[in-house]
């Protein structure tokens, strides 16, 4: 199996390592440190030295109770780091949920749109049908400025596969390939503890959608509930939860920390081709 990434065809053989680049100042595990693009590009670079296989750049942070940003802004945030990174030799995603951004990002050099609300904003689907982009289509219960209020499901695993199973029809109704297609299933993205450890026990069950699967559990306020630990502090937390997610069928996790999970995901990759 392969994601088709733009000019990039990563094999899915082996977990893939996202490294994430918040271009924001208020995204909840390093709001402003790479706010400037070229701490930004630095930063991208040392993710990538440290093993990245995809970099991921988000100009508006969704957070539980983050406001949106313009396009303007966004694309103020975005498009110079992209720039300085899209002929590199890393595939890069643009983490967005505006269709007009995609399109700027994807004639910029993107091999990626990652986009929490699954591309279902008007336009979506038709800006990525005709771009040879992967798309990932992100599950999300209400939208980040109130999401965490209060959120609630029957059976949250049927309800998040019901839904992204809907999503990746809609995609490939569109004209996009299911080689080109990633699903995650939002942890955090209104969600309880409870609802995030239900999904992250029955991961593999998103593997019956037969399209790459990715988990981001990154220093996500889950493992804060876990540990105790505040969002820079939870390194090791992630990197278990990168673990679990692994053994429980991700092809791609999304991390901030890409030199330690590389390594706990070396020792995994090691132990698994003894079987």
Not at 147 to 169: F, I, K, S, T
Not at 201 to 211: I, K
Request: glycine fraction near 10%.
């Amino acid at each position: 199996m392969h994601l088709q990434c733009g000019r990039f065809k990563l094999s899915l053989e082996r977990p893939l390592i996202m490294g994430v680049i918040n271009i924001t100042p208020d995204s909840f595990s390093d709001g402003g440190l790479f706010a400037d693009t070229a701490r930004a590009v630095a930063h991208a670079q040392q993710l990538i030295g440290e093993g990245a296989d995809i970099l991921d750049l988000g100009g508006e942070s969704t957070r539980p109770g983050a406001a949106p940003v313009t396009l303007d802004e966004e694309r103020r945030r975005v498009l110079p780091v992209l720039a300085a990174l899209a002929d590199g030799g890393v595939p890069v995603s643009v983490d967005t949920r505006k269709p007009e951004l995609m399109l700027e990002a994807i004639s910029a050099g993107a091999a990626m749109v990652n986009d929490v609300t699954a591309l279902s904003a008007p336009g979506a689907l038709e800006a990525l049908a005709k771009a040879p982009v992967a798309v990932c289509l992100m599950h999300m219960q209400g939208e980040p400025g109130t999401m965490q209020a209060n959120p609630g499901y029957q059976n949250v695993v049927r309800e998040v596969l019901d839904y992204l199973a809907g999503r990746v029809a809609a995609a490939e109704q569109a004209g996009i390939a299911r080689d080109r297609i990633v699903v995650d299933p939002g942890f955090g993205f209104g969600k309880t503890l409870e609802h995030n450890l239900s999904l992250l026990a029955s991961l593999r069950e998103f593997r019956s959608l037969g399209v790459a699967l990715l988990a981001g559990l990154s220093r996500k306020a889950m493992l804060g509930k876990l540990t105790g630990r505040e969002p820079r502090e939870r390194v090791h937390a992630s990197v278990a939860a990168a673990l679990v997610a692994v053994q429980n069928g991700a092809q791609i996790v999304r991390v901030h920390d890409v030199a330690a999970t590389r390594d706990a995901l070396a020792v995994w990759n090691a132990v698994k081709s003894q079987n």
